[in-house]
T-cell receptor, first 116, second 116 residues
Framework: DVKVTQSSRYLVKRTGEKVFLECVQD?????MFWYRQDPGLGLRLIYF???????EKGDIPEGYSVSREKKERFSLILESASTNQTSMYLC???????????????FGPGTRLTVL | AQSVAQPEDQVNVAEGNPLTVKCTYS??????LFWYVQYPNRGLQFLLK??????LVKGSYGFEAEFNKSQTSFHLKKPSALVSDSALYFC??????????????FGTGTRLLVSP
């Protein structure tokens, strides 16, 4: 069974702290993604990675960075947490898609981050 | 740029009745369309996708969706709703043009409530 795991289900941090959210997938997928989910806004892409050490900005990268040192692991870093980063963070992975197909993304359970 | 609209924040239906969750999209090229479901405190689960071929797509848990190119819609349907179908449903679209990475754009979500 495919699996994407996230290091924490719930996390409470203070303003200004550096926060690490970890994501691991066991499916040997090339693509990995970080989204944040907010009510009324749906899912918004923060960063994605299509290979080890490769990363691309999504729609809302400000205040975040990422790291992908190994294929199975994709980390999201909040350099200096702020209250407006309180949200649900979802990690996902997918295999590469060919010209005539696109593979669905597999999601982790999410990390609900509260910044006080 | 691609976009997705889910015009209803919430859909209420009685158990045993048919359900429809609406989705319209906008892309420059041919659309790749997806439906995901999110149960409380869980990540997103893939339901079904349309890439090409038959306009009626069948997916998990008895759900199906109909692709309508002229109306740019991809509504999710089920003939007979179950209480356990109560969840948050997301429609997503990707532009099918193979010009580099094409991100998946999600709608804002529709909450489905099925009453006993």
């Amino acid at each position: 069974d495919v699996k994407v795991t996230q290091s924490s289900r719930y996390l409470v941090k203070r303003t200004g702290e550096k926060v690490f959210l970890e994501c691991v997938q066991d499916m040997d997928h090339e693509n990995m993604f970080w989204y944040r989910q907010d009510p009324g806004l749906g899912l918004r892409l923060i960063y994605f990675s299509y290979d080890v050490k490769m990363k691309e900005k999504g729609d809302i990268p400000e205040g975040y960075s990422v790291s992908r040192e190994k294929k199975e692991r994709f980390s999201l870093i909040l350099e200096s947490a702020s209250t407006n980063q309180t949200s649900m963070y979802l990690c996902a992975s997918s295999p590469l898609g060919g010209l005539s197909s696109y593979n669905e993304q597999f999601f982790g359970p999410g990390t609900r981050l509260t910044v006080l | 740029a691609q976009s997705v609209a889910q015009p209803e924040d919430q859909v209420n239906v009685a158990e045993g009745n048919p359900l429809t969750v609406k989705c319209t999209y906008s892309v420059s090229g041919n659309p790749y369309l997806f439906w995901y479901v999110q149960y409380p405190n869980r990540g997103l689960q893939f339901l079904l996708k349309y890439i090409t071929g038959d306009n009626l797509v069948k997916g998990s848990y008895g759900f199906e969706a109909e692709f309508n190119k002229s109306q740019t819609s991809f509504h999710l349907k089920k003939p007979s709703a179950l209480v356990s179908d109560s969840a948050l449903y997301f429609c997503a679209v990707r532009d099918g043009r193979n010009t580099g990475f094409q991100k998946l754009v999600f709608g804002t979500g529709t909450r489905l409530l099925v009453s006993p």
